[in-house]
């Protein structure tokens, strides 16, 4: 069985930073790529940052040059480090790692940016 669990998350003034990280753990098979998505209530849950086993990286618009996705391959670890975070980042943030296997999901953790 898989498990995905995330950390990270906080309250944090706009300006700030937050690192979220996001470990899988189970079976020994890779995972082919990693990211980050985010929800608030009422809508729909969106793609914030991917990235694969090779390191090719995949960023929303809202979020290009603010955050940086990174991974450990050997610790099926996925980062996400948010700079110059704004009150519209607040969300719900949720990793996700997709294997050949299946398409796994964490739990979740708040970020809350304060004006």
């Known amino acids: 069985q898989v498990h995905v669990v995330e950390s990270g998350g906080g309250l944090v003034q706009a300006g700030g930073s937050l690192r979220l990280s996001c470990a899988a753990s189970?079976?020994?098979?890779?995972?082919?790529?990693m990211g980050w998505h985010r929800q608030v209530p009422g809508k729909q849950r969106e793609l914030v940052a991917a990235?694969?086993?090779?390191?090719?990286?995949n960023y929303a618009d809202s979020v290009k040059g603010r955050f940086t996705i990174s991974r450990d391959n050997a610790k099926n670890t996925v980062y996400l480090q948010m700079n110059s975070l704004k009150p519209e980042d607040t969300a719900v943030y949720y990793c996700?790692?997709?294997?050949?296997?299946?398409?796994?999901w964490g739990q979740g953790t708040q970020v809350t940016v304060s004006s």
């Open positions: 990235i694969t086993s090779g390191g090719r990286t």
């Open positions: 996700n790692a997709v294997s050949a296997h299946g398409d796994y």
């Open positions: 189970g079976p020994a098979f890779s995972f082919n790529a």
